[in-house]
């Protein structure tokens, strides 16, 4: 979906309360902690502080639900309630392992990112040199980096259905992103890959560049700093939370933006939910959360994160730049060479092989399992690039 993060917000939250209004009562401020039941089993009340300043407790929760994205708030709350006991590591602390079980890790990719958006493009839309027209396009144009040529790329795109164009300038460690208008075509030239942008993209921005210099269009910039990936590992200290904790979304995983996973992932974790509160629901349990509420949903995705954090998300790419400081312990050449190398060579043979393709982008959009890689007919894709590559550099 090509829709900007506001627009996002606030379609979910027309869902939401369109289906459910009845059933849900808001506080607006901020969770402050949790005060556990007298023997630590599970979590009695939630702390807020509301917007007003009042101090509330919320009593007899059922069920508490981490979905504080990177501020990863719940660590801290069962800090201070006293279900985990030694210190870990906390969002401030990149490139550190945790000693609680290593409860969170974390490594920099140093990912810089802009957004340059072109607005009032009003009728120039027609002019803009885009293949099949300005009507059909959504994702414009993506410039892939890769380490093996450039650490900069970009994606020009169409926003919210609407007559916007964003141009997404991102890159690791030492990057030039554009500053101001006049860095923003030599951008556009200077990022390195297999082959150049097509002339056709150069073109694009240009157009809109003139309708910027002749009075028309806007040009903002929104440079954004990225958080350094994280995971959560509560799957590995169960035995330790509270049975009605869980956490969703990036409270329990961050991961590099790159390939547009984090909603997905959300929804995953919110998908997992679901499939364990029914399985309670048809169980003895009727009516109440089981004692094992907790292990039972973070020992049901914890499977699927793995191989998102190892092999589906960008960690193998991110560590393809020596720039990046890698998770304590782990070395960064060596771990995900299998993943990078099989990574570049089905992106390259997905330029041309619709079956490595399809399957690329499934995997990637967390729509099918990541197993859909490795079928017969995608690995003879990917090793037939492989060797026609191979044999052309020779
Ligand atoms: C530059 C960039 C581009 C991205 N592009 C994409 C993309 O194209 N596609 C995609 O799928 N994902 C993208 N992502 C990732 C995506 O934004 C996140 O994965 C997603 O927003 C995670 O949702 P969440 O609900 O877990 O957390 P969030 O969306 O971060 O929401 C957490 C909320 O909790 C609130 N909060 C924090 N602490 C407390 C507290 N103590 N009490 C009460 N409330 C609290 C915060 O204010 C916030 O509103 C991008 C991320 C970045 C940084």
Redesign the pocket.
């Known amino acids: 979906m090509l829709i900007r993060?506001p627009r996002f917000?606030a379609v979910l939250y027309r869902l939401l309360i369109s289906s459910s209004s009845k059933c849900i009562q808001m506080i607006q401020?901020?969770?402050?902690g949790l005060v556990p039941s007298s023997d630590m089993s599970d979590i009695q009340s939630v702390n807020?502080r509301t917007t007003e300043g009042e101090e509330k407790a919320v009593k007899d929760v059922a069920l508490v639900i981490d979905?504080?994205?990177?501020?990863q708030?719940g660590i801290k709350?069962l800090k201070s309630a006293g279900f985990i006991s030694s210190p870990e590591s906390t969002p401030d602390d990149i490139g550190r392992t945790g000693t609680n079980g290593d409860l969170r890790i974390s490594y920099d990719h140093k990912l810089r990112?802009v957004?340059v958006t072109f607005d009032n493009i009003g009728d120039l839309v027609q002019d803009l040199p885009i293949p099949g027209g300005f009507d059909q396009a959504g994702f414009i144009y993506t410039y892939y980096a890769h380490c093996k040529w450039g650490n900069e790329g970009f994606v020009l795109t169409r926003m919210d259905n609407t007559k916007i164009v964003q141009l997404?300038c991102g890159g690791w460690g030492d990057v030039h992103l554009p500053k101001e208008k006049e860095d923003i075509l030599p951008y556009v030239h200077s990022v390195k890959g297999a082959r150049p942008a097509p002339q056709w993209v150069t073109r694009v921005v240009a157009v809109l560049l003139e309708s910027e210099e002749k009075g028309d269009a806007t040009i903002t910039f929104k440079p954004?700093k990225?958080?350094a990936p994280s995971f959560v590992q509560y799957y590995k200290i169960t035995h330790n939370l509270p049975s009605n904790f869980i956490a969703?979304?990036?409270?329990?995983m961050?991961?590099n933006?790159l390939f547009?996973?984090?909603?997905?992932?959300?929804l995953f974790?919110a998908m997992t939910l679901n499939t364990v509160l029914h399985n309670c629901v048809a169980s003895e349990w009727l009516g109440r959360l089981p004692k094992n509420f907790s292990t039972l949903y973070f020992k049901r995705s914890h499977n699927t994160l793995e191989d998102i954090w190892s092999v589906i998300s960008t960690k193998a790419i991110d560590y393809g730049y020596s720039t990046t400081i890698p998770i304590k312990g782990e070395n960064r050449t060596k771990e995900g060479a299998i993943v990078r190398w099989y990574a570049y060579h089905a992106a390259r043979a997905a330029e041309r092989d619709e079956e490595v393709a399809s399957a690329l982008w499934h995997v990637r959009m967390l729509a099918t399992p990541q197993v859909e890689l490795f079928k017969p007919r995608v690995i003879l894709g990917v090793l037939r690039w492989a060797v026609t590559n191979a044999i052309a550099q020779t």
């Open positions: 993060r917000e401020g901020t969770v402050t807020v979905c504080t994205g990177s501020t708030a709350w990112y957004t997404c954004l990225i958080p969703v979304g990036d409270s329990e961050q991961l933006p547009a996973q984090g909603c997905s992932k959300a974790g």
